[in-house]
């Protein structure tokens, strides 16, 4: 029998499974630029949004516009951020303008996509060789990736770096931390549930298998879906 599994709770888009986004600065981005001339704007203000794990640039442009970035290592306010300019901590430059060995983030997938790749507090890529029109980049997951050259990337590494030294300590400040995001914590095993809650609630015995078919209906579809094998493979 199918139940109201967390899945199927979280499908009617309730406010406990929604991230609170109201309360986000806004979206990080980089500018939209018709030229490749250098264009200049000021750190007007390094902030905390709570939809990121890094500290955010605010930065102003002479034209008024004003755009959020990660903010690099280093970076303080009143500080001047350039598009297409020198290779500075801090500056956006295309990849292929980015000499090797460089360490780069908020690196773009294609040209235009916006900040996608090394976003988070102290992670950051390499850009590790050139093949003509692609730049091959060695991600902090130690992923290797070939970008379009005309890809953006920051100079540098993004800030708060020591933030996983600080433990949590408490079980109330991870729940605040995770709430920020709209993540549900914490999380209760399914054989830990009742049986109106879980397939595997209860503490009837036997147990039941894991395995469930494909066309299981959503409510009882837990465990290992489809599996083609289960079990400890045979040396």
Same mark, same amino acid.
């Given at each position: 029998?199918?139940?109201?599994?967390?899945?199927?709770?979280?499908?009617?888009?309730?406010?406990?499974?929604?991230?609170?986004?109201?309360?986000?600065?806004?979206?990080?981005?980089?500018?939209?630029?018709?030229?490749?001339?250098?264009?200049?704007?000021?750190?007007?203000?390094?902030?905390?949004?709570?939809?990121?794990?890094?500290?955010?640039?605010?930065?102003?442009?002479?034209?008024?516009?004003?755009?959020?970035?990660?903010?690099?290592?280093?970076?303080?306010?009143?500080?001047? =951020?350039?598009?297409?300019?020198?290779?500075? $901590?801090?500056?956006? @430059?295309?990849? #292929? /303008? *980015?000499? %090797?060995?460089?360490?780069?983030?908020?690196?773009?997938?294609?040209?235009?996509?916006?900040?996608?790749?090394?976003?988070?507090?102290?992670?950051?890529?390499? =850009?590790?060789?050139?093949?003509?029109?692609? $730049?091959?980049?060695? @991600?902090?997951? #130690? /992923? *290797?990736? %070939?970008?379009?050259?005309?890809?953006?990337?920051?100079?540098?590494?993004?800030?708060?770096?020591?933030?996983?030294?600080?433990?949590?300590?408490?079980?109330?400040?991870?729940?605040?931390?995770?709430?920020?995001?709209?993540?549900?914590?914490?999380?209760?095993?399914?054989?830990?549930?009742?049986?109106?809650?879980?397939?595997?609630?209860?503490?009837?015995?036997?147990?039941?298998?894991?395995?469930?078919?494909?066309?299981?209906?959503?409510?009882?579809?837990?465990?290992?879906?489809?599996?083609?094998?289960?079990?400890?493979?045979?040396?």
């Amino acid at each position: 029998m199918g139940k109201r599994i967390i899945a199927r709770a979280r499908g009617k888009g309730g406010p406990r499974y929604r991230a609170p986004s109201h309360r986000y600065l806004g979206k990080v981005s980089y500018l939209t630029l018709t030229q490749t001339t250098p264009v200049t704007g000021t750190v007007v203000d390094i902030a905390h949004d709570p939809g990121t794990n890094a500290p955010v640039a605010v930065i102003k442009f002479d034209d008024g516009r004003e755009i959020l970035h990660i903010a690099a290592e280093g970076l303080m306010v009143g500080d001047k =951020v350039t598009y297409y300019g020198n290779v500075n $901590v801090g500056n956006v @430059l295309p990849l #292929g /303008k *980015i000499p %090797e060995g460089m360490k780069v983030f908020g690196i773009e997938s294609y040209p235009g996509s916006g900040p996608k790749f090394c976003r988070s507090s102290g992670s950051f890529g390499i =850009v590790i060789g050139k093949k003509g029109d692609k $730049v091959v980049v060695r @991600l902090s997951s #130690g /992923k *290797i990736k %070939e970008l379009d050259e005309r890809c953006l990337a920051s100079i540098g590494v993004p800030a708060g770096a020591g933030r996983k030294e600080k433990p949590f300590v408490k079980a109330g400040t991870k729940f605040y931390a995770m709430r920020a995001r709209g993540k549900v914590y914490p999380r209760t095993r399914g054989v830990a549930m009742n049986p109106v809650d879980h397939p595997f609630g209860g503490k009837t015995k036997p147990g039941r298998p894991k395995t469930v078919s494909r066309h299981a209906p959503p409510g009882a579809k837990v465990g290992s879906i489809a599996a083609r094998r289960v079990g400890r493979k045979k040396k």
